[in-house]
């Protein structure tokens, strides 16, 4: 397992022993890892399962075995929405991007806030209310169009947005979600240079301001290495190696 | 206003709140739903059977109604957690048949085809609704009311929420939103404005039987109301439904005979059901234009 700052905090999630399979392919393989608050990059060839490690920690695929631990609290085998809606949540984003295409981009960003009440029905009741929450919620949610250069087309709808805008958006709908941790699928793939300076000082600002922790996964060496404050490096279902600091090369 | 136009225009009313009802359904959850006639005969044969069999008032046999569909509404919701569009509208099918069929064939509680007579006419404040007289006002003012609670919710938190279940569940689910939650609610919200709509159409004809138009081409005809108009937009299913439901009665003030009538309807709806899907995809005054 690797160690991947010498502090003695608890890590913000901890995975162990995560064994999954698909019809003789192993995707993750007892795979533990430790995830400590800041931005945390993992690297490794296709197939080494980053993907099936973000799908089994975000609630969308079940483990064969292992435990996961979110802030020491086991969350094995608990659907995507609970883990998202519950208290240090985790949420994520797609490789292929999943965004409400036909909403507009406000709205989109907006699901992601939690409303007070939950699901009972007088919480339900409660969300009936035309929009009450809006102005609060407006803007908390304004602030993370403005940082992604969105702000101006927030009454757009989601699909008449270029392909980087989409990615943009997809971002800003994880960082409206309050979870304490967030796992992104290839935030970089596809984007031009402008708007991977928008993602890292994105990503920066809300893991120094808002007590967010990231999880990554991308191809692009020189933005992860920029922006990740350790990377792990996965290579047949298993974290295999940790290098920290910002100037990380990857081995 | 001749008793026709006035028909006319308490028969739109009807459909309009099919419409709508069914708009909750397709249009803000996206669960393609062929089957919705069911709700409206199980609406139709509440009020009919409470009133004429066991006496009770009307809004008594109203409720009964819509806590029934409302029941069988969120029994339906749960394969549409799990199946694909293709596989949801059979599974809507063979629901709305499994009640139409009942609806016949139960002779002992339904009369089946030799029907239901002697419903009582709603009274408001104790004046009886007639068809030439309150009733065009209280189907549309029902039209009217169900629209506005429609626009309520296509604008609350709770509404968004229920669109992006229906644009990406499992975008929604990342998120933390719960999809069942929200298909549910509009599947027995949409049940219960059918089923609504079955009681008035009870309670307006006085008389029902399995034949009355709670079939399959009932379903169909609502569901094209709603992609005609635009799944989503509450004035589009409600022009819909207008335009739909005026085509027979244009038709029969031409003077054509029955037997050249009754085919010619079935061109034009399948002409102006074509040429919107090419031309208009999105319905008359639908904004959802997205399709994969």
Excluded at chain 1, 173 to 179: D, F, G, K, P
Excluded at chain 2, 223 to 237: D, E, N, Q, T
Aim: with cysteine.
């Amino acid at each position: 397992m690797a160690t991947l700052l010498n502090d003695n905090r608890q890590p913000i999630l901890s995975a162990r022993g995560l064994r999954k399979r698909f019809d003789g392919v192993v995707a993750l393989d007892s795979l533990d890892i430790d995830i400590e608050d800041g931005i945390t990059g993992v690297v490794g060839p296709n197939g080494a399962g980053k993907t099936t490690l973000f799908d089994v920690l975000s609630g969308f695929s079940r483990p064969d075995s292992g435990t996961v631990l979110l802030c020491g609290r086991r969350v094995n085998g608990w659907p995507p929405h609970r883990l998202a809606r519950q208290h240090p949540g985790i949420t994520r984003s797609f490789q292929e991007i999943r965004l409400f295409e036909e909403l507009s981009v406000l709205d989109n960003v907006l699901v992601a806030r939690k409303f007070s009440g939950g699901t009972t029905v007088w919480g339900i009741m409660r969300r009936l209310t035309i929009r009450r929450e809006l102005r609060k919620e407006l803007n908390e949610v304004l602030k993370i169009l403005r940082l992604l250069e969105l702000a101006d087309l927030q009454q757009r709808r989601a699909h008449e947005l270029s392909y980087g805008q989409r990615k943009l958006l997809e971002l800003g709908r994880c960082l409206a979600a309050e979870s304490r941790l967030t796992l992104l699928d290839e935030p970089f793939a596809g984007v031009n240079p402008h708007m991977i300076e928008l993602i890292c000082r994105a990503l920066t600002k809300a893991r120094d301001g808002s007590q967010k922790a990231f999880l990554l996964v991308d191809h692009n060496r020189r933005a992860m290495e920029s922006v990740c404050d350790r990377i792990l490096r996965m290579e047949q279902g298993r974290v295999v190696g940790a290098v920290t600091g910002g100037q990380a090369h990857v081995a | 206003m001749d008793l026709h136009t006035v028909e006319m225009i308490n028969s739109a009313g009807i459909w309009a709140i099919l419409a709508l009802s069914l708009n909750v359904i397709v249009g803000y959850a996206g669960i393609a739903s062929i089957g919705h006639a069911a709700f409206y005969a199980i609406g139709a044969y509440s009020s009919a059977i409470m009133c004429v069999r066991l006496g009770a008032p009307p809004w008594l046999g109203m409720a009964v109604g819509c806590v029934l569909a409302a029941g069988l509404g969120a029994l339906i919701s749960i394969p549409s957690l799990r199946l694909r569009d293709d596989y949801l509208m059979l599974t809507t099918l063979g629901f709305g048949e499994i009640v139409y069929l009942t609806c016949r064939n139960w002779e002992s509680l339904t009369n089946g085809p030799r029907g239901i007579g002697g419903i009582p006419t709603l009274r408001v404040l104790s004046v009886p609704v007639t068809e030439m007289g309150l009733m065009p006002w209280l189907i549309w003012g029902c039209v009217f009311t169900l629209a506005g609670l429609l626009w309520a919710l296509e604008h609350s938190p709770f509404g968004r929420q229920m669109m992006a279940v229906r644009d990406n569940e499992i975008a929604a689910m990342s998120l933390g939103v719960r999809p069942i939650l929200y298909k549910l609610t509009a599947m027995v919200v949409g049940a219960m404005a059918a089923s609504f709509a079955g009681s008035l159409l009870a309670h307006k004809l006085s008389f029902i039987d399995s034949e009355a138009g709670f079939g399959l081409s009932t379903s169909v005809m609502v569901f094209a109301m709603v992609i005609l108009g635009g799944r989503g937009s509450i004035m589009g299913v409600v022009a819909g439904a207008i335009l739909l439901s005026a085509v027979p009665e244009v038709l029969r003030r031409f003077g054509l005979p029955l037997a050249t009538a009754a085919p010619l309807r079935q061109i034009i709806f399948g002409i102006l059901l074509v040429a919107i899907v090419v031309f208009r995809p999105q319905g008359l005054f639908g904004k959802l234009k997205f399709r994969e």
